[in-house]
């Protein structure tokens, strides 16, 4: 077990082409892959992506915050949305290797399995 770990942080904008390009501009992120739907970005140890405000893979609550959506690796998913769902802080559904979820203060996180606990599923494009 490797225990929790930082995953890519995600962010959600209307112009999210541009809004990498200050990223990389101003920050030095490295750029990745880039479609119409999300700018993928590098630093020395996680991902940054923005999303489209359209993304229908992650919940309208979630697109719609202004702020960063980390996510976090672990190693055992099913008890982490068992706790979470308990605590009733899981917004929208257990994709079965993720989900998101909202902490006290009413940030969202994403929370994902660690990769060497994966099935076949790519978190990082």
């Given at each position: 077990?490797?225990?929790?770990?930082?995953?890519?942080?995600?962010?959600?904008?209307?112009?999210?082409?541009?809004?990498?390009?200050?990223?990389?501009?101003?920050?030095?992120?490295?750029?990745?892959?880039?479609d119409a739907d999300a700018s993928w970005l590098?630093?020395?140890?996680?991902?940054?992506?923005?999303?489209?405000?359209?993304?229908?893979?992650?919940?309208?609550?979630?697109?719609?915050?202004?702020?960063?959506?980390?996510?976090?690796?672990?190693?055992d998913i099913t008890g982490a949305?068992?706790?979470?769902?308990?605590?009733?802080?899981?917004?929208?559904?257990?994709?079965?290797?993720?989900?998101?979820?909202?902490?006290?203060?009413?940030?969202?996180?994403?929370?994902?399995?660690?990769?060497?606990?994966?099935?076949?599923?790519?978190?990082?494009?």
């Amino acid at each position: 077990m490797n225990g929790p770990q930082v995953g890519a942080v995600f962010a959600f904008s209307a112009t999210h082409a541009t809004t990498a390009e200050f990223y990389t501009d101003i920050v030095g992120l490295q750029a990745g892959t880039a479609d119409a739907d999300a700018s993928w970005l590098k630093a020395g140890n996680a991902d940054v992506v923005f999303h489209g405000r359209d993304d229908r893979d992650t919940p309208a609550e979630v697109r719609a915050q202004t702020g960063f959506v980390v996510w976090f690796g672990v190693d055992d998913i099913t008890g982490a949305f068992d706790k979470a769902k308990a605590a009733k802080a899981v917004v929208g559904d257990f994709f079965g290797d993720y989900f998101f979820a909202r902490d006290p203060d009413g940030r969202f996180i994403g929370i994902h399995v660690n990769e060497e606990q994966a099935h076949g599923h790519d978190h990082e494009h």
